[in-house]
């Protein structure tokens, strides 16, 4: 009886002088390499549950051509550098940055599938430990839904929008 309390006591002290380690002394830091095992899936699983319901929160704007046009302008001062440019390579800053930022633009590459409340979750709170920023104290309510309205609908835009990006 006293010996498996030592043996577990033992496991127990074992494991946690292992993850203090590895975190302080193996884990990778440089934006080179590849993910950790099981890092995507432990980070996507965090993500997935902290944006929960919002991920089916309707726009309260619509999607007409005012919107995206300001959408359009927002995605190119705030997110081209990242998430790329009409037409373009991706940035120096995008091809140094692990993860990777996915290429959102030029349009039928990376553009989202994922719903719009979806994309105004990210927009507005940031992914932690990825470099998204979050945006929900420096651009109003309404820009946010603008941006996320021009990723939902990036395969189908206005000219007038379509111009903005491509300038
Ligand atoms: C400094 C770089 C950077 C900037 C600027 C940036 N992002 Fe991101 N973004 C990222 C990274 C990196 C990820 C990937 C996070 C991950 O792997 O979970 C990401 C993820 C996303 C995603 C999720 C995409 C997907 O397919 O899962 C969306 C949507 C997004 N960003 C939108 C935006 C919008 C809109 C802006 C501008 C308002 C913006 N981002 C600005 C770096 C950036």
């Known amino acids: 009886m006293k010996s498996t309390l030592i043996g577990?006591?033992?496991?127990?002290?074992?494991s946690v002088v292992g993850a203090v380690l590895f975190l302080t002394r193996v884990m990778p830091v440089k934006t080179e390499g590849g993910p950790l095992p099981f890092e995507w899936m432990i980070a996507h699983s965090a993500l997935h549950h902290a944006i929960g319901a919002d991920e089916g929160k309707p726009s309260p704007i619509p999607a007409d051509a005012q919107n995206l046009v300001a959408g359009a302008h927002i995605y190119r001062e705030q997110c081209a550098v990242c998430h790329g440019d009409w037409g373009r390579a991706p940035s120096a800053t995008a091809k140094g940055m692990f993860p990777p930022p996915p290429q959102l633009l030029p349009p039928k590459t990376g553009v989202t599938d994922d719903a719009v409340g979806e994309t105004y979750w990210k927009v507005r709170n940031g992914i932690r430990l990825t470099g998204m920023p979050g945006y929900g104290s420096s651009l109003s309510d309404t820009e946010m839904w603008?941006?996320?309205?021009?990723?939902?609908?990036?395969?189908?835009?206005?000219a007038q929008a379509q111009d903005v990006l491509k300038r």
Not at 146 to 158: F, G, I, K, M, Y
Request: charged letters at 5%; a negative charge.
């Open 146 to 158: 603008q941006v996320s309205l021009l990723l939902l609908h990036a395969n189908e835009l206005p």
């Open 8 to 14: 577990f006591v033992l496991g127990v002290v074992l």
